[in-house]
């Protein structure tokens, strides 16, 4: 029997895994081209949306004990989420004065995870 709740807690930590891989790669490689500032801003940026994906997941995969409002939580997880990444992005770019474009590529990149967690297939 499959349970639709685990497989879904299982999805969302192969996702928020990659996006942290993703999110060291990038800095690494930020740090190799540019400097310090850029792999901060890039790395931040990823662990931004791997913190909303996990907050996310937590919220709309928490339990059983409320099944008939599963999409309203899954609909306040994402919103949740994009607070989060959003807001994460602001304080990057407006508060620390990092590079933009690497806090975006780290944005784009950890996001673009979510298509790959998706298409990797586990038996």
């Known amino acids: 029997m499959v349970n639709p709740l ?3 807690r ?9 996006q942290l891989l993703i999110a060291c790669v ?5 740090w190799l081209v540019k400097g310090p500032r850029e792999a901060a801003a890039a790395t ?8 909303g994906t996990a907050l996310m997941a937590w919220r709309a995969l928490g339990s059983l004990r409320n099944l008939g409002g599963s999409f309203g ?6 919103l949740l989420k ?11 770019v407006i508060t620390c004065r990092l590079p933009s474009a690497a806090a975006l ?3 784009v990149a950890a996001c673009a995870a979510n298509w790959l967690a998706f298409r990797m297939q586990v038996s």
């Open 6 to 8: 685990h497989a879904g």
């Open 10 to 18: 299982r999805l969302a930590g192969r996702m928020v895994g990659i």
């Open 44 to 51: 931040s940026a990823a662990v931004a949306v791997a913190l």
């Open 82 to 92: 994009w607070i989060v990444i959003l807001g994460s992005f602001l304080v990057i």
């Open 26 to 30: 990038l800095g690494l490689a930020w």
């Open 105 to 107: 590529s780290g944005l």
């Open 73 to 78: 939580q899954w609909v306040v997880g994402l």
